[in-house]
């Protein structure tokens, strides 16, 4: 007896390209008629090109070939993205002020979801200055249709979406006034096919003007981590981007202090390179919890140059993401 | 008998407040006629509001107390700042990457071109993040009238004009789309009564997007020094406003890289904490050359902090000065 159960048990298996995720992950299973020992599938077709769609009909076809199905069709229905997905927790990471390694926390919080098993996207709003694939050491290009654009999957299996992956070269410019570069994010946003994922990392570009704009009015975020370091001038240019979030009502659900020290095994001695800790007086200000304070890690800045930050083992990463999924965990109590 | 050149070194007494120059290095000098021992002398009204006018007048005429002119009359004739500034040099700060101390970078050349002579000012363009009032610790609030605005001197005697001057509270967040933000950097270029300067350095925000692009677009600058960092992730980055500078045919004058290395002096051992220095690669590619190579210094960030970056002192940035005035004068050269 074949039920539907079987069937998207089996369609587990079947990974689509480049995402690398499943056709169940991808949210992509639009219908499944079972008829005695005929079936039906039909999957919506957002951001799967022709060729991709006989490629996954071939997968399928496999996936159920141990089963007593006599007849499968395989058929595709109009479909966008944005209907596809389903995305339980949206943070956006911000800085206001640029260099604070928030493109780092972004990639470091995202990894750390992941190894305790949450699902993970990464949505590079950073368009002029993207360096998400170069961390990650992306390779492909994205594939995609008429319909939507698929994520790229890192080594680990997070799915990454930025312009650099759609240059020509990773150093080309982007020469852009704004209403170009926030329809990018736009897109990346409603075009980008995320599926189902437990949550979707936003990294923003520097300031409080055009990407923060259209990120905290356009996408549904749940709340924003800021990201700074112990210089003063830092942290005046960082309350700008804490003032922007309360002025949006966006919630604050943390702040990560970056840069904190640079530790020095020779002498066992801590170096505060860019002076005392502004963690808490930060904080404070924002009515947020200060969920880490990272070193300055010369092992950090090289795995980043390598594309294998997904390497990088540190204490302050796990602490990290458990600091994070607490918050988001109380949040939902408080709420229900 | 008084001849306009003694007039014309008395009224180098006069000081306009604020900016904290003299009349005739603002260029507010538009007219002196002298008939037997009547003088009248007619000054541009460029922000110069009625009060200033009162102020300026009684200034005059304390200045020129001692000479034998039996009656001074001084008018005033409507004067837009665009007609009154000449500017040798215009060299805008540019790095593409935040964070790696592009403004530091600027201040630091300001203040050593100043230094050794220079008339100079710096124009922030970085509206949403602009640092340079902290890093210089400025206080008073920009002066002006519906014909302009006067920037505001440093201790030193730096002009300078910047988002945050104008500001109800430092921290304010300036949440401006980017027609808003370009219109900002053009009116800090057209409205503001720089005068004659020898230098006016501008200080670009991260990015290849709408600040450079009007920069570039608007304001006759000479050429763009590039700061970057070791980090490859960092140069790749960094590349994007080299192309983006060579895309609109404007000279490279040089690069400097900053945060080299981190000098721990009890173990005469340096750190190079972003990775080894690509300063010479990204030169090349840049087809300029390598005008310096700062260390990590907590002392700059603590006088940044504090206010007082025109306190610092260190042979790097006497250097920095010597190479950029030797390349603006070896390409002044070549043109004529």
Redesign the interface.
């Known amino acids: 007896m074949i039920t539907e159960q079987t069937i998207r048990e089996a369609l587990k298996n079947v990974i689509v390209p480049a995402a690398e995720r499943s056709l169940i992950d991808l949210n992509l299973v639009n219908n499944i008629t079972i008829l005695n020992d005929v079936v039906e599938i039909t999957l919506a077709n957002a951001a799967i090109n022709t060729e991709l769609q006989e490629y996954l009909t071939d997968g399928i076809r496999a996936a159920l070939s141990k089963t007593n199905i006599a007849n499968i069709t395989v058929s595709y229905v109009e479909t966008k993205p944005a209907d596809l997905n389903h995305i339980k927790h949206i943070i956006a990471i911000m800085s206001?002020?640029?260099?604070?390694g928030k493109s780092a926390v972004s990639a470091l919080l995202a990894i750390s979801l992941q190894r305790t098993g949450n699902s993970v996207g990464i949505l590079d709003a950073d368009?002029?200055?993207s360096?998400m694939p170069?961390?990650f050491g992306l390779k492909n290009r994205p594939l995609g249709s008429e319909n939507g654009i698929l994520p790229v999957a890192s080594e680990s299996g997070i799915d990454i979406i930025s312009m650099n992956l759609m240059l020509p070269e990773?150093?080309?410019?982007?020469?852009?006034?704004?209403?170009l570069?926030t329809k990018a994010i736009q897109q990346f946003w409603e075009e980008v096919l995320w599926g189902n994922l437990d949550y979707l990392i936003i990294d923003l570009?520097?300031?409080?003007?055009?990407a923060p704009?259209t990120v905290m009015q356009s996408i549904p975020i749940e709340g924003v981590i800021i990201v700074s370091?112990p210089?003063?001038?830092v942290e005046?240019?960082v309350?700008?981007?804490v003032?922007?979030a309360q002025?949006?009502e966006k919630p604050i659900l943390g702040i990560v202090e970056n840069m904190s020290y640079?530790y020095?095994p020779?002498?066992k001695k801590k170096?505060?390179?860019?002076?005392k800790s502004k963690g808490e007086t930060l904080a404070k200000a924002a009515h947020a919890p200060l969920l880490a304070q990272l070193p300055?890690d010369?092992e950090l800045?090289?795995l980043?140059?390598e594309g294998k930050i997904e390497s990088y083992n540190s204490p302050f990463v796990k602490d990290l993401a458990n600091a994070v999924t607490q918050i988001v965990a109380q949040k939902t109590e408080s709420i229900t």
Chains 1, 2 share one sequence.
């Open positions: 206001g002020k640029g260099g604070v368009i002029t200055g360096s170069r961390m990773q150093e080309s410019a982007v020469i852009w006034r704004a209403p570069l570009p520097p300031g409080t003007a055009d704009l370091t210089q003063s001038l005046m240019i309350k700008k981007a003032n922007m002025k949006m640079f020095v020779e002498l170096y505060e390179l860019f002076g300055i010369p800045a090289r980043c140059d």
